[in-house]
């Protein structure tokens, strides 16, 4: 069974900010791909953002510039950071934990989630 603890969501007003976090138990967050997703009423559960083996970030274009996904090794935590929140904002966010992202040889692997956590939910309202 994979260990993951979300927490810190909300209702927040239009332009607020919100940290929301995932703490691990029985492995290190540093030590896997891990990423945020979100998922609203009627939509297919849609990756937020994701932060690789070498530290590199992806971020889908609807969040780029206001969220900014990070992890605490010694906290066994991941991060998420949302700034200058929107409506459009709303949902019930995860985090999950994957491999890949790493090269073998000429190859390179992504990173593919398939071990999620219990979400916590964002609301964005006035």
């Known amino acids: 069974q994979v260990h993951l603890l979300a927490s810190g969501g909300g209702s927040v007003q239009p332009g607020g900010s919100l940290r929301i976090q995932c703490t691990a138990s029985?492995?290190?967050?540093?030590?896997?791909?891990m990423a945020w997703f979100r998922q609203t009423p009627g939509k297919e559960r849609e990756s937020v953002a994701d932060i690789g083996r070498y530290d590199s970030t992806f971020y889908a274009n609807s969040v780029k510039g206001r969220f900014t996904i990070s992890r605490d090794s010694a906290a066994n935590t991941l991060y998420l950071q949302m700034n200058s929140l929107e409506p459009e904002d709303t949902g019930l966010y995860s985090c999950a934990r994957g491999d890949g992202g790493a090269w073998h040889g000429t190859f390179y692997r992504p990173c593919q989630y398939y071990d999620w956590g219990q979400g916590t939910q964002v609301t964005v309202s006035s």
């Open positions: 029985g492995w290190n967050v540093s030590d896997y791909c």
